[in-house]
């Protein structure tokens, strides 16, 4: 088996260049790597079989030249990567992902700004650290668990699209002026993403209770509703006492399910 070669900036290790190569990794699992951080040789750059990442002043993907420091306009090495594995638009759904691209292009405080995550300590992230600086230590030796970061984004964002596209097929109701939605899952994840990218996103959304055999009634923030004042329901199991969610005894019908919540609903 051929060996690959995988060449990236010395000095600083940064998340831009360790996730792009773990997506290498991932994408071309039966396939072997060796990485040097040192600067590519012209020749090096004219190859399509030598992948050249976050350096280089080029963005090639015909030749595996995989650089955005030549533009702002240019998205950050592991995007540009994972456009080329085939992988964007389905990474890009991953909450950090435009962050983290932002963060490596315009630095962590206009990033913060950008997309509401007050200050910068947000970008301080330990185990981040911990992950880069092991790939500067001992480079070959992080590789197979960079491999494993790279399957694990993958799969999570695979996962992440699945319920997204669970969400967009779920019941929409309207409960006394309040966009609600119904999902017959256990699963919570993508709600946020989904909302994101939802024109008329819902304020409440009831799905199937993971620890019991009744209902989740959940409310997100800003929406006119508190479950804590149905909490005295005889249907009701328990309610938060800070009203954002509430769980039902049972599988109850959902017209009766509907005739619950309205009673949450604070909006007159």
Not at 53 to 67: A, C, L, S, T, Y
Not at 69 to 85: R, T
Not at 157 to 172: P, V
Request: aromatic share 10%; with cysteine.
């Amino acid at each position: 088996m051929n060996t690959q070669l995988i060449i990236t900036h010395p000095g600083g290790v940064h998340f831009d260049e360790v996730t792009a190569i773990s997506l290498i990794l991932a994408a071309h699992y039966d396939a072997e790597f060796r990485v040097e951080r040192r600067e590519p040789l012209p020749v090096e750059l004219d190859n399509p079989e030598v992948w050249v990442i976050d350096i280089g002043n080029r963005h090639e993907p015909e030749k595996r030249n995989f650089d955005h420091h030549q533009s702002l306009d240019c998205p950050a090495a592991f995007v540009l990567v994972a456009e080329y594995l085939g992988l964007k638009e389905t990474l890009s759904l991953l909450p950090w992902w435009s962050f983290k691209d932002a963060v490596d292009r315009f630095g962590p405080v206009i990033a913060s700004d950008k997309y509401h995550a007050g200050d910068d300590l947000v970008n301080r992230n330990p185990v981040e650290n911990w992950l880069v600086s092991r790939f500067a230590a001992k480079t070959q030796a992080s590789l197979p668990m960079l491999k494993s970061f790279g399957m694990y984004t993958i799969e999570d964002a695979r996962k992440l699209k699945r319920q997204i596209d669970f969400w967009k097929t779920s019941r929409r109701v309207d409960i006394n002026g309040v966009p609600a939605m119904i999902g017959e899952t256990m699963e919570s994840a993508g709600l946020e993403e989904f909302r994101r990218l939802d024109e008329n996103p819902p304020y409440i959304v009831i799905s199937l209770d993971r620890r019991g055999t009744g209902w989740r009634l959940y409310r997100f923030d800003g929406a006119p509703v508190d479950f804590s004042l149905i909490s005295d329901s005889p249907e009701i199991e328990y309610a938060h006492k800070n009203g954002f969610i509430a769980k039902t005894k049972e599988r109850l019908p959902i017209e009766k399910l509907i005739e619950i919540v309205s009673q949450a609903i604070t909006r007159v």
